[in-house]
């Protein structure tokens, strides 16, 4: 139900739009998000907001660099995402909550019922 992609090879310092496409229901009451996993490491926030709009929320070490948006009208979410760092490496996963998610819960991976497939992004120095 949720379609992930955009991923790619990279130079640091360059950029990537990544797009999630969302079919078969709606979110409009949901949490959307970007989660990512590098090799070996445990998959962490990335950016989120509300399908509804308002507040969009971010890890610490992609503010300024990263933002997310949505198309209502695409059913889409998307990460644009600039001044990329090879840190930054890592595949990267859209989800959904299954509505009313709180803002503290927001960040956590296990908060969230549905996953796209993930696209990788890789960073070179």
């Known amino acids: 139900q949720l379609q992930a992609s955009g991923g790619g090879l990279v130079q640091a310092g360059g950029s990537l739009r990544l797009s999630c496409v969302a079919s078969g229901r709606t979110f409009n009451r949901n949490a959307m998000s970007w989660f990512r996993q590098a090799p070996g490491k445990e998959r962490e926030f990335v950016a989120a907001m509300r399908w509804s709009g308002g507040s969009a929320f971010y890890r610490d070490s992609v503010k300024g660099r990263f933002t997310i948006s949505r198309d209502s009208a695409k059913n889409a979410v998307y990460l644009q995402m600039n001044s990329l760092k090879p840190e930054d490496t890592a595949v990267y996963y859209c989800?959904?909550?299954?509505?009313?998610?709180?803002?503290?819960?927001?960040?956590?991976?296990?908060?969230?019922?549905?996953w796209g497939q993930g696209t990788l992004v890789t960073v070179s120095s």
């Open positions: 989800a959904a909550d299954g509505g009313g998610l709180i803002q503290s819960s927001i960040p956590i991976a296990s908060r969230y019922e549905y």
